[in-house]
């Protein structure tokens, strides 16, 4: 017999934050930790959840159909491809997400990505350890400057202006493409709008932060990154199917773009017979953005506060934006 209501927290999420859910939640509610997969063994903690606290598990009508007495689910991250709002909407389940507090986190991976291309750090890295020393060591190939190239920003939502800013910092130019101008972005970044074309013709890197939508899956595929300039690198922290990874392979293989620094894959995690792994002109990281001790306890303490607001019978506060106008019930 359970007195208070169960919240299921993905250990991947409790493994960043050990003991937090317990410490906040505990008082309230009994907390357990499991995950799931589509298709695969459910722990019995689902069918009494009465508030998860995920990662990418992907939450659709399988697995809601086996979790009755849901009332949230909480994303612990931005993005909420994972989710089917609409079936949570459907049977009076609140979504919520952690915008905002793991912005500056991504950006700085952008950055990063950014500068192990320009200057190849991890080959220079690997030259020290393997090679400096030898007397007929070979010559590092040079690297570019970021000051005065022009940077593309696909997307210039919460993470797109930080690293617009970040990039202004190290005297880039920035363009960048949204579904709408963002005026007061232009003026306080000094950044400049153009068409998705434009912007592949003109920028010497270009970097992707849009979320996963039917309209934004594929949205760069061979058509787009034919007409990047074989000098060019992107870079992707949003989401991998954004960029179609078969057309990217070609694109890298057939010199079409320079390289590209990738946090995000179509499959996570990357399969060791990805094309990917053997190319020397990427840059891999396990999808990482937000992957911070700072960043991952707010995201943390963000979800505690959706779920406790509506373990207490409120409305929690960081809805995600298809359910921030309507009445779930
Ligand atoms: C991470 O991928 C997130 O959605 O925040």
Redesign the pocket.
């Known amino acids: 017999m359970r007195f208070k209501p169960l919240v299921l927290v993905s250990p991947g999420v409790e493994a960043d934050n050990p003991g937090l859910f317990e410490e906040m939640l505990g008082g309230m509610a009994d907390v357990s930790f499991g995950t799931f997969r589509r298709g695969g063994v459910v722990p019995a903690e689902v069918g009494e959840a009465e508030a998860m606290v995920l990662g990418l598990e992907p939450v659709d009508d399988w697995i809601l159909d086996r979790a009755p007495r849901l009332r949230i689910v909480a994303r612990y991250?931005?993005?909420y491809d994972t989710v089917d709002v609409e079936a949570c909407t459907r049977r009076g389940i609140y979504v919520t997400h952690?915008p905002g507090v793991?912005s500056s986190a991504v950006a700085e991976l952008t950055m990063g990505l950014m500068l192990c291309l320009s200057r190849r750090l991890i080959r220079a890295d690997r030259y020290v350890r393997e090679d400096w020393w030898r007397p007929d060591r070979g010559r590092l190939q040079m690297g570019m400057d970021l000051n005065g190239k022009v940077l593309g920003i696909v997307g210039l939502g919460r993470i797109g202006v930080e690293v617009a800013a970040r990039a202004r910092a190290f005297n880039m130019k920035v363009l960048y493409h949204d579904v709408e101008p963002k005026r007061e972005a232009e003026r306080s970044l000094g950044v400049e709008y153009t068409d998705l074309d434009t912007l592949l013709r003109s920028s010497d890197f270009i970097s992707l932060h849009v979320p996963l939508t039917p309209r934004t899956r594929g949205l760069i595929g061979e058509r787009e990154l034919k007409m990047m300039k074989p000098t060019a690198y992107i870079i992707n922290t949003s989401r991998g199917s954004v960029l179609d990874e078969g057309a990217l392979c070609k694109a890298l293989k057939m010199g079409w773009i320079a390289g590209a620094g990738l946090d995000v894959f179509e499959k996570e995690p990357l399969q060791r017979d990805s094309e990917l792994i053997n190319m020397d002109n990427v840059v891999l990281t396990p999808?990482i953005?937000?992957y911070t001790s700072e960043t991952r306890r707010a995201m943390a303490l963000m979800c505690v506060e959706n779920v406790r607001a509506v373990l207490e019978g409120k409305r929690p506060p960081n809805l995600v934006p298809e359910q921030k106008d309507i009445i779930i019930s």
């Open positions: 991250g931005v993005g952690t793991l999808h953005g937000s």
